[in-house]
């Protein structure tokens, strides 16, 4: 017996016709859809394609997902190895640090992370300036690669979304006077950015668990 899947839908429109947006293959058989799957795909792809509005990087990194995951789920992870954020200090607020992004002079950020052991995901909520609004989030999950690719260490995914914020700064009060910049004018290295730091955190859990030595070192317990 089928499930009752979308009729709900149906009830509510009085025809079993799609939505707009929906195919299944019920009402919408291979032969017909397999145009629509190949206009899809294309040999060249623009960087705004890609990274226009949510900028995704991957990759596979020689180190159990449990011990990945410890080391990214505490905040100072990131002093080692993001390319500018430096000086972490602990703010008033319980779990909100206070760092430096030295993308730009005398840019203060403020991170707060969230993580959940069982799913191994990992959010850093950011922002520049002030620590009351962080909308700059971080997605990041690390896989178990024997469950994906069939051997030992871990995947990461890591996501941005483009927040409208990038485009128009909201607490300009806050921004040091003699700073130029604003975060969102770098959206478009982004992808090539975070593939950088991608490597960098693919490096350093690599030489550890390589060596012998704890991915979590001794100065973060």
């Not at 890609?50 to 990945?68: A, I, K």
């Not at 959010?123 to 896989?143: E, P």
């Not at 607490?171 to 969102?184: C, I, K, N, T």
């Amino acid at each position: 017996m089928s499930l009752p899947a979308l009729d709900d839908i149906v009830t509510h429109t009085g025809t079993t016709e799609p939505i707009d947006g929906v195919i299944r293959i019920e009402t919408a058989p291979l032969e017909q859809t397999a145009g629509v799957f190949f206009s899809k795909m294309r040999s060249v792809y623009s960087h705004e394609d890609v990274f226009g509005q949510y900028c995704t990087v991957n990759d596979y990194v020689d180190c159990p997902p449990d011990e990945l995951f410890e080391y990214l789920s505490d905040t100072r992870s990131l002093e080692e190895w993001t390319y500018t954020l430096r000086d972490f200090t602990p703010t008033d607020e319980p779990g909100l640090w206070q760092a430096y992004d030295r993308l730009l002079p005398d840019t203060t950020i403020y991170t707060r992370t969230f993580s959940n052991s069982q799913a191994r995901t990992v959010d850093y909520h950011c922002a520049w300036d002030q620590g009351k609004h962080l909308w700059m989030i971080y997605i990041m999950r690390v896989l178990d690669a024997q469950t994906v690719l069939d051997k030992p260490g871990s995947v990461v995914l890591w996501t941005n979304c483009r927040h409208p914020f990038y485009d128009e700064n909201p607490y300009p009060e806050a921004a040091p006077e003699q700073r130029s910049g604003w975060v969102g004018d770098f959206w478009d290295l982004f992808g090539a950015g975070h593939g950088l730091e991608l490597n960098n955190l693919k490096s350093i859990a690599e030489y550890r668990h390589r060596n012998g030595l704890p991915v979590t070192p001794a100065w973060m317990r």
